[in-house]
Every structure is written in C-alpha cells, then in structure tokens.
C-alpha cells in the first residue's frame, strides 16, 4: 500500500451538479479525511453562457446551490478539515464578461482557469477524440497554448488548469516551443500550475504538466498546486504521495489558495510574492 498523503491539500474537484461527477460534496471531504488530507477545495465546472459545452457544467440557476452545499460541508468538518471554494473556470475568447461576473458574485478561495475547447472542438471528450487524426499536432498544441497564454493574461485565474491537457489520449506535443511561450505568461502573470494527477488515470499514464514542463516551471518560479481532478470520492487525494515526491524532488514549491491569495503549504500566514 502507497503511503498516505499527509499535510497536503486537495484543489482540483467536482460535485455532481457539473452532470458528469458522482458523490455527494460530503462524501468528497469524508474521503479526504480518510486520506489524511489537510483539508480540500472543490472546483466544480463554472457556468457559462447556456450556448457553451451545456452538458458538461453547473447552470447558472445551479450556482447558488453549489455554493450553499459547499459551505454545509464546510460547517459540518469544521475543525477536522479544511474545505474551501472554488470553482474551474473557462477561458473562451468571447466569455471573459461573463466568467468575470460570476467571479464576483461569490467569495471564492481559489479559481482554476482551464481550456477545453479549440474553436467547437472539445478536446479532451473521448467522444471526439478521432478529430485528433485530422490534425496537424504541431498546429493544435500552436492554438492551445496560444489560448493558455491568453487565459494567464486575462487576469481572472488563479491557476492554469492541466497544462498540457491536449496529450490526454497519447497525442503529444511534437515541439514545445508554445508550451514554454505559455509558461512564459504565467509566470509573468504571477499564476500557479495545477498539478493533476487526473493524468495518471488517462490514457497517456502521466500526471499534468510532463516532467519537461515541471523543470520549466520551477525555473520560472511558478508554484503548483495539488489537484486529484477528481469525479467520485474515490479518487480524492489520487497518488498525492506519487506527486508530492516529484514535486519535492524536482524543487517545486506547492501552494494552496484562500480568498484568492497564494499560500505555502497548509498553515503559511500570508500571500507569498
């Protein structure tokens, strides 16, 4: 058996009202307790227009309910564990007006900034995956970090949500150029990194970012935080300890969030620069 995770928090997780996660939000943090989890924040898929990716987020009319579950969760834990409020928020050009009024219409610790589309195309959908054949690989990681770079530099996000979400079922990047014109941005934009270990259950079998990116990160300053990605309590705190060793073995720095300020470890007293 792997070693339990200790100290670490969980910041990258779904309930059940984006309509494809299962597991009440309460199940979600007793399975955190279990793992010996610090605490967790829960970053269920954000609303956006009624026109955008419908099946796959909370509506609108939902938020409040999410909001109002998670802070149940928070008082039922209090003083066993720490649970914050998220959210994992889209960049899509055309809908910054809109994700930047939700994220103001709530006290949010911590917001992940993701992308999943390319123009209609939804990437990372195992639906969809046989678009990838009709692709130039060297042209779609090109447009994918074009709009990672974007997200960064809209000022929204807390983090980049998996950085290299395109090599989910085994494409991977054939160059990499973009990839550290992005990281370049984040970097710049004082944001952090998701590191999910949602990437070890995928196709690829290998945690976001690669290892490659890990390296360039760290050289750029940027701080990662730990997310399981998780959509059933089971995988809560998903191989932390496997993350965890990596990280430190790669001098990484791993920060939580709360109300929005950048934190080290667990118990740091404030932003850090």
């Given at each position: ?86 959210l994992e928020a889209d960049f899509h ?100 990194l998701d590191f999910n270990t949602a ?75």
């Open positions: 058996m792997p070693p339990r995770p200790s100290g670490l928090y969980d910041c990258h997780l779904h309930t059940p009202l984006c309509g494809h996660a299962t597991g009440a939000p309460r199940e979600y943090a007793q399975a955190a307790l279990d793992a010996g989890l610090a605490g967790l924040c829960f970053t269920d898929h954000a609303p956006m227009p009624a026109w955008y990716d419908a099946p796959w987020r909370m509506r609108l009319d939902q938020l409040q309910e999410y909001v109002d579950g998670v802070r149940a969760v928070q008082a039922e834990f209090a003083g066993r564990l720490d649970v914050r409020l998220g050009p055309g809908t910054e007006r809109f994700v930047e009024g939700l994220l103001t219409a709530h006290d949010w610790d911590y917001v992940i900034g993701s992308v999943h589309y390319l123009g209609a195309w939804g990437f990372d959908n195992p639906e969809f995956v046989d678009e990838y054949g009709a692709r130039d690989l060297g042209g779609l990681y090109t447009d994918y970090y074009a709009l990672i770079g974007g997200a960064a530099r809209s000022g929204l996000f807390d983090s980049i949500g998996h950085l290299d979400l395109p090599k989910k079922f085994g494409h991977r990047d054939p160059g990499g150029a973009a990839a550290l014109r992005a990281l370049d941005a984040v970097a710049e934009a004082g944001l952090s990437g070890w259950r995928k196709p690829v079998a290998e945690a976001y970012p690669a290892p490659d990116l890990v390296a360039e990160a760290v050289n750029r300053g940027i701080g990662f935080v730990l997310g399981s990605d998780a959509h059933q309590p089971q995988e809560v705190g998903f191989r932390f300890a496997d993350a965890a060793a990596l990280l430190e073995g790669m001098g990484a720095r791993v920060v939580t969030y709360a109300r929005r300020v950048r934190l080290v470890g667990d118990a740091a007293p404030g932003p850090q620069p």
